[in-house]
């Protein structure tokens, strides 16, 4: 890779709004549950399986941000070459305490509805002026709900039987349970007109 390629190259990585410098390690998890329940002799059968939300631990690096001249403090001026260390730190912190989703894009995907489940960073003798730090970013699965209006039952004459009607899944036909003497009867009924 040529000087000006590395000057100019956009950075792909991103977590929410923030761009980190470097990104060092990507390790994803996606999980399937496979339920499983004990029977009586055999193996375990499963009769149901969902997706867990998708987990991504990302271990990255944020340059220190600075002075623009290397003989004078223009930092107090308002003049950096970024956010220092701990004003970065202090962004992640913000977007996790914000409990608001966010797209994060890595190498390898693109992940919505995610949030910073953790955030892990340490500090030694080579990092003290740069922030690295492992984040655990993880998936909120997000359902619609739906809401009606109806007239309320006290404001009815028959409540129970004017009411709206309410989606109550799709229902199996059931046989009627019935003797031979009943139908019979139902039959004799119905020959002479009284049924």
Known sequence: MDILSTLFQQQSRRIGLIIPSVVITEKHNDTLEIT????????????HAYKRPSEVVMEVGFAGGGSLLDFADTSSLGLTLGLSPKETYQQILDLQSSRIPFDVV?????????????IEVTTDRTSE??????????????????QITVADKADMKEGANTSAVINSGTKAATPKNESLLSSGWQGIKTILGGG
């Open 106 to 118: 890595t190498g390898k995907r693109l992940y919505n509805n995610m949030l910073i489940r953790a």
């Open 129 to 146: 002026n740069v922030l690295m730090a492992v984040l655990t970013l993880r998936e909120v699965i997000i359902s619609q709900t739906q």
């Open 36 to 47: 499983e329940h004990p029977v009586e002799t055999g193996a375990p059968v499963s009769d």
